[in-house]
C-alpha cells in the first residue's frame, strides 16, 4: 500500500514569495491534516480536513495560509506571502474515518505521515 | 489542557546498549490515545505505537517495549540492544477520543553510536 506522498521534498523562496505544497493522502482515506513542524519542536496541527470540508484550521493563520481539499483527495497548502519564521517542515497525515455515532464521524485514531516539506524563507 | 512533556532532549548510547525514553502526559479526559512516532533523518513520521487509556498492559515488539502507568502519566519507549538504525527523534503523542488533534511533545533525540 503507497504511503503519503507529499511534493515538492525541498523549497528555498525569498520572503514575500508564495509557495505552495501537495498532498496525496494513502488510498481511502477521507481524514487529511496539515502540519507544521519548526526546528526542534514537536509538529503543530494547522488544519484538518474530512473529504473536502474542513474540520479544524483553529491554528492556521489565515491571513496568510489557504489550504484546500477540492475533491475530497489531493490537498494543497499554499502561503502568500511567506514570512521568515515560515521556515520549518510541512507535514501531511491521513486517517481513515470511522464510525458515525449520535451524527458525527471520528477519524480512526492512527495517522499517518508523508515525508515532509522542507521549506527555507530567506 | 493536554500537554506532552518529552524532558529528554537528546540521548546517545553507545550500540548494545538498552534506553529508555520518557514520557509525562496531562490530560482531563478519562477516554484518550497515545503514540510514539519516529523521525528518521529523512523526515518521515513513522507510527510505532498506539495505545488506549484502558488498556494498560505492557507491549513488546521485537526489541522495543512500551509502559504505560495511568498512575504516574507515563508512557515510556525502551528500546532493547540498541542498533545505530535507532538513530532518529522520537516523538510522543496524545489525543483525545472524541478529537483528532494530536498534541505532540517537543521529541527526544537518540544518538547510537557503533
Known amino acids: 500500500e503507497a504511503g503519503v506522498a507529499q511534493s515538492p521534498r525541498y523549497k528555498i523562496i525569498e520572503k514575500r514569495q508564495s509557495v505552495a505544497f501537495w498532498c496525496n493522502p494513502i488510498s481511502g482515506h477521507a481524514t487529511l491534516y496539515w502540519y507544521q513542524q519548526i526546528l526542534g519542536q514537536g509538529p503543530k496541527l494547522l488544519i484538518q480536513?474530512?473529504?473536502?470540508?474542513?474540520?479544524?484550521d483553529s491554528q492556521l493563520p489565515k491571513d496568510r495560509f489557504s489550504a484546500e481539499r477540492l475533491k475530497g483527495v489531493d490537498s494543497t497548502l499554499k502561503i502568500q506571502p511567506a514570512k521568515l519564521e515560515d521556515s520549518a517542515v510541512y507535514l501531511c497525515?491521513?486517517?481513515?474515518?470511522?464510525?458515525?455515532?449520535?451524527?458525527?464521524?471520528?477519524?480512526?485514531?492512527?495517522?499517518?505521515f508523508g515525508p515532509g516539506t522542507r521549506l527555507l524563507v530567506l | 489542557a493536554q500537554k506532552v512533556t518529552q524532558a529528554q532532549t537528546e540521548i546517545s548510547v553507545v550500540e548494545k546498549e538498552d534506553v529508555t525514553l520518557d514520557c509525562v502526559y496531562e490530560?482531563?479526559?478519562?477516554?484518550?490515545?497515545l503514540f510514539w512516532y519516529k523521525q528518521p533523518p529523512s523526515g518521515e513520521l513513522v507510527f510505532l505505537i498506539r495505545r488506549n487509556s484502558f488498556d494498560e498492559q505492557n507491549e513488546i515488539s521485537g526489541r522495543y517495549s512500551w509502559n504505560f502507568q495511568k498512575s504516574t502519566s507515563s508512557f515510556n519507549f525502551t528500546i532493547t540492544a540498541s542498533q545505530v538504525v535507532d538513530s532518529a527523534v522520537y516523538f510522543c503523542?496524545?489525543?483525545?477520543?472524541?478529537?483528532?488533534?494530536?498534541?505532540f511533545g517537543t521529541g527526544t533525540r537518540l544518538q547510537v553510536f557503533p
Open positions: 480536513f474530512q473529504n473536502n470540508g474542513v474540520v479544524d
Open positions: 497525515a491521513s486517517s481513515l474515518m470511522a464510525f458515525r455515532r449520535s451524527g458525527m464521524s471520528i477519524a480512526r485514531e492512527t495517522q499517518y
Open positions: 503523542a496524545l489525543k483525545a477520543y472524541n478529537t483528532d488533534k494530536l498534541i
Open positions: 490530560t482531563r479526559d478519562t477516554t484518550y490515545y
